[in-house]
């Protein structure tokens, strides 16, 4: 299983960008992905998360109306658009999956995630 995120880089405040997360290895139905970030000095914190099966989503507080996540499962894709990006959103990018749904909680914990993909970089600047 292998998961490949891309799409970060350096932005201006109010700027925008698009992560894409691009899963194998396993099938198209798989339970659950999301999205997590983790900035220098800092916790790893869950972001926003997507149901595979009916694309029910989840956003953290501080990004709600700025982010979207979306989803192709036929093409195991997982994409976060970033609008009106702001300093604090700086942070290394990570998806994550869960294939299966084991416990029935939602929003998927973050110690449920059963695969991690390298990081891609966001940071906003001026």
Request: proline share 4%; aromatic share 12%; glycine share 12%.
């Amino acid at each position: 299983v292998q998961l490949q995120a891309c799409g970060g880089g350096l932005v201006q405040p109010g700027g925008s960008l698009t992560l894409s997360c691009e899963a194998s290895g396993f099938g198209s139905d798989w339970y659950g992905m999301g999205w997590f970030r983790q900035a220098p000095g800092k916790e790893r914190e869950a972001v926003s998360c997507i149901k595979g099966s009916d694309g029910r989503t989840h956003y953290i507080d501080s990004v709600k109306g700025r982010f979207t996540i979306s989803r192709d499962s036929a093409k195991n894709m997982v994409y976060l658009r970033l609008n009106s990006l702001k300093p604090e959103d700086t942070a290394v990018y990570y998806c994550a999956t869960k294939v299966q749904d084991t416990s029935g909680r939602w929003p998927i914990p973050l110690w449920e995630y059963d695969y991690w993909g390298q990081g891609t970089q966001v940071t906003v600047s001026s």
